[in-house]
Every structure is written in structure tokens, then in C-alpha cells.
């Protein structure tokens, strides 16, 4: 097992390839009929050709889907609710169920509410971060149908980008004045993030690398938008005890 899937897999028992972990947690739960369907019969060094190759795909494709260990191991929950041993593509199901749109707007309809009053409570932050890309004063007021083409689009995007975790709700930051535009507010936002303390937070142990990505990226591209620079700046805040 080479070291980039070691890092996408890792398990406490460091002698033990990932893999090998892999497959005899599903060979525990289903016995032979796991093996049997990919067994070759050809024999090489005490090895099955077949099911040799089916390990290296299987890693392959765990590489190339980014899974964790946490996935993984929600694909061997999944697993036992069912009766055949799963294929590759219904293990990463398991593993990354996919999101039903319909189901996550509704959702974000409901936590955009219950966050005004900080309860929200969300089963995955890509729905989240796609309510925000569609702004919360809409989500809010727009009817399902007018809402739903512009969520579905916005999921598509956060999900095939790296995902954040969902901020702690914070008040509201002054928008903008009318004579000034969105870019320079940004830019401005930018400048108050970069005078703050990063290195402080960082000794104090606050989980705030995902708000250091944000400020890297509104400097590479210039583009991020208002309100993640505001999150950011809020999470430095309170992670160095600085009143926002």
C-alpha cells in the first residue's frame, strides 16, 4: 500500500495495510460470498490474482473519492443492512451517500430560520454553504420552486469543492455603504484579517486553519466572497479572546 492512500486511510494498528483492514471487515461480515465473485483461481505466491486486483482497484478509487477513515467506515455501518456484499459502487454510496436535493433545501429552509436564533443544526455543511451561496435573505422568502434551480446549482459547486465546516452564528457585520462596492469591501474586510493574530490562535490550539484557506485564496484570486471573509474574521476573533 503506498503512502498516499496510507494518508487517506489510516488506521490505529500501523502494521496492518489499510486495505487488508478493509476487506477483512466486509470478508467478517458476508464470509467467502465477499471473495468468491472475484476470485480467479490463478494463484501467485500464495496470492489470488483476482482478488489482488480487486484490492488494488478498490484502492485506487479510494484515493481518487478522497475518503477518510470516517467514510470508510460509515460504508461498513451501511454494509450490514444488507444481504449481498456490496460492489465498489454501491460501498461508496455507503461511504458518501449521496444528497437529495429536494430533502436539502428543505432543510436548509428550516436551519436558515432556526439559525437566526443559533439552534440550527445541519446534517451536512455542503447544504449549508449552498444556502449561503444563494443568500439567506432568499432562501428565507422565495418559494420552493423559485429557490430549488438556484440551490441545486450552488450544492453542485460546494460539493465538488473542499467543503468547510459550518460557523458558529455570529451578528451580523455592517453591509457595505452605498458608495462603496462589494470588491472594496472585501478587500477591506482582507486587510483587518491579515492584521490579526493567526500565530496567537494557532498556540491556543483553535481549529481555525480553514479561516487562514480563506484569507490565502481572497489573496491568489481575489474572488471570495463578502461573507466568508466575515466568518473568517469572526472565527480569528474569537478564537484569539478578541471582541468582535
Given at each position: 500500500m503506498n503512502a498516499n492512500l496510507e494518508s487517506s486511510i489510516h488506521i490505529s494498528n500501523a502494521s496492518v495495510d489499510p486495505i487488508n483492514w478493509l476487506f477483512g471487515q466486509l470478508h467478517g461480515m458476508f464470509g467467502n460470498k465477499f471473495l468468491d465473485g472475484w476470485r480467479s483461481g490463478h494463484v501467485i505466491d500464495g496470492k489470488d490474482t483476482g482478488i489482488e486486483n480487486m484490492k488494488a482497484i478498490w484502492a485506487d478509487r479510494i484515493r481518487a473519492n478522497g475518503l477518510r477513515l470516517s467514510d470508510v467506515r460509515k460504508g461498513i455501518e451501511g454494509a450490514e443492512r444488507l444481504r449481498w456484499p456490496p460492489t465498489w459502487g454501491e460501498f461508496i454510496e455507503l461511504c458518501k451517500p449521496s444528497i437529495c436535493v429536494d430533502a436539502a433545501l428543505y432543510e436548509a429552509i428550516q436551519q436558515m430560520q432556526a439559525r437566526q436564533k443559533?439552534?440550527?443544526?445541519?446534517?451536512?455543511?455542503?447544504?449549508?454553504?449552498?444556502?449561503?451561496?444563494?443568500?439567506?435573505?432568499?432562501?428565507?422568502?422565495?418559494?420552493?420552486?423559485?429557490?430549488?434551480?438556484?440551490?441545486?446549482?450552488?450544492?453542485?459547486?460546494?460539493?465538488?469543492?473542499?467543503?468547510?465546516?459550518?460557523?458558529?452564528?455570529?451578528?451580523?457585520?455592517?453591509?457595505?455603504?452605498?458608495?462603496?462596492?462589494?470588491?472594496?469591501?472585501?478587500?477591506?474586510?482582507?486587510?483587518?484579517?491579515?492584521?490579526m493574530p493567526l500565530i496567537d490562535a494557532r498556540s491556543k490550539g483553535a481549529n481555525i486553519d480553514w479561516a487562514r484557506r480563506i484569507i490565502e485564496r481572497e489573496m491568489e484570486t481575489g474572488t471570495v466572497p463578502r461573507h466568508k471573509l466575515d466568518i473568517a474574521k469572526e472565527a480569528i476573533l474569537k478564537a484569539t479572546g478578541q471582541p468582535a
Open positions: 443559533g439552534k440550527d443544526r445541519w446534517s451536512n455543511p455542503a447544504i449549508y454553504w449552498a444556502a449561503v451561496a444563494v443568500g439567506e435573505y432568499d432562501v428565507m422568502r422565495l418559494t420552493f420552486s423559485q429557490l430549488k434551480p438556484r440551490f441545486e446549482i450552488a450544492l453542485r459547486k460546494v460539493l465538488a469543492s473542499e467543503v468547510l465546516p459550518v460557523p458558529e452564528r455570529f451578528p451580523t457585520l455592517v453591509a457595505p455603504g452605498a458608495s462603496e462596492s462589494s470588491r472594496e469591501f472585501g478587500r477591506r474586510r482582507l486587510d483587518e484579517l491579515l492584521a
